[in-house]
């Protein structure tokens, strides 16, 4: 532990200026929760979410929980502001913090104030002081939708002497897949149980279905590229503008992954095409004028899968390893994923499997598919189909994790 907390040391002035523009960016953000002045903290069950999709991940989960204990108490910490802000409109009723940085002085000063026997973290974000610190205290750790692909373990398995360390922490991994599994077995974890991904017991919300967004305006063909990263806008919008040669009502809604994008995505779009608009700006009733909309906007994505027709889902046309395919298959949309799709690797092949998505293997491809489904919508029906009985036959994980949990 002594490599990462010196690593950690040398990194600090860059998250001091990290927590720094999270104040000067969010005025609300509590930057000293950052620091683990947390005040006193009384909770029945503490759920760790990164960020906004980690917080979308457990609305299931604490829903089930809630059903079952109605008087307990929530606190739900997340890193980041945006995350903090879905909490309070998708949990109002929890308890919110701010995940100390992982400096030990910080992480003992919050715990010290903490009173909760029970601490789950969703998804695999593994702070060793946090773990440690947690331990210590008393607290029964469990790692949720814990999930592992090949790049990552052998990134662990470089640093075996601190990764088994680390993986023992935890009482108990509650895992995506069998290979996930495996993978945290060999990394040195205890109890490692196979649940499945509480995504996909994911629920469409009443608003999504009620309002619709494609109500509102006239385009043939809708399809939306969801969760982008740098280097594939420009792909992206190369296969919008060949699509708008064979289909002059055709609209692509997208949708950076990270907020501090939404700028130069719009500048990139704007120098390839006039009619531009951003979805904070433009009212629906005139989407109808526009070529291209950004979406700019946190906590909207299932209603643009469901405005979409078409779903391209981000991340897996460069080397992010792709991002959740499981909630435009719940809209059942007809699904696109490029050639890096490592991060949901088992989900996406078993997708794939059962005819739910197809894959590009590069730009040209891409478009080809655009192309094709854009004017075959009885293909993209029988996609979308697959993709929705995929989804609805994978659900059950959260009562699987629910189970495996003792919460007496």
């Not at 649940?195 to 279905?209: A, C, N």
């Not at 531009?276 to 291209?292: I, T």
Request: glycine share 4%; net charge positive; proline share 4%.
């Amino acid at each position: 532990m002594w490599l990462y907390r010196f690593l950690l040391a040398l990194l600090t002035p860059i998250i001091c200026l990290k927590v720094r523009r999270f104040k000067k960016n969010y005025p609300a953000y509590r930057a000293k929760e950052a620091f683990g002045r947390w005040g006193n903290v009384e909770a029945d069950l503490w759920i760790h979410c990164a960020s906004v999709g980690e917080v979308l991940a457990a609305r299931p989960l604490v829903t089930q929980w809630r059903k079952k204990y109605p008087h307990q108490t929530l606190l739900i910490t997340t890193m980041t502001p945006t995350g903090a802000a879905q909490v309070a409109q998708v949990f109002p009723f929890a308890l919110h913090r701010y995940l100390p940085m992982d400096w030990r002085l910080s992480v003992r000063r919050a715990l010290r104030h903490l009173t909760c026997p029970r601490l789950l973290i969703i998804e695999t974000e593994l702070w060793p002081n946090l773990l440690e610190q947690a331990k210590s205290k008393g607290l029964h750790i469990s790692i949720v939708n814990a999930r592992m692909s090949e790049r990552s373990y052998q990134r662990y398995q470089k640093f075996s002497v601190i990764s088994h360390h680390l993986f023992a922490l935890p009482d108990q991994f509650l895992a995506h897949a069998q290979a996930d599994a495996q993978r945290f077995k060999e990394l040195g974890a205890k109890k490692v149980y196979v649940t499945g991904s509480i995504k996909f017991d994911l629920s469409v919300p009443e608003e999504v279905k009620q309002h619709q967004w494609r109500d509102d305006f006239d385009k043939t063909f809708v399809w939306v590229a969801a969760s982008t990263h740098q280097g594939e806008d420009e792909i992206i919008l190369q296969s919008h503008k060949a699509l708008l040669e064979k289909q002059l009502k055709a609209l692509l809604i997208l949708v950076p992954r990270h907020p501090e994008r939404f700028e130069s995505v719009l500048a990139l779009a704007q120098a390839s095409f006039s009619r531009v608009g951003l979805r904070s700006q433009v009212a629906f009733n005139k989407w109808s004028e526009y070529d291209v909309i950004i979406g700019d906007s946190m906590g909207e994505l299932m209603q643009y899968y469901q405005t979409a027709d078409l779903a391209f889902v981000g991340g897996s046309l460069v080397k992010r390893g792709g991002h959740n395919p499981i909630e435009p298959a719940l809209l059942a949309k007809a699904i696109i994923v490029g050639p890096h799709v490592f991060n949901f690797q088992d989900i996406t092949d078993q997708l794939l499997l059962e005819k739910g998505a197809l894959q590009c293997q590069d730009e040209m491809q891409l478009t080809e598919f655009v192309l094709a489904l854009a004017s075959q919508s009885s293909q993209r029906l029988r996609i979308g189909q697959s993709a929705l009985r995929f989804a609805e036959k994978s659900q059950g994980a959260v009562t699987r994790v629910l189970n495996e949990i003792d919460f007496h």
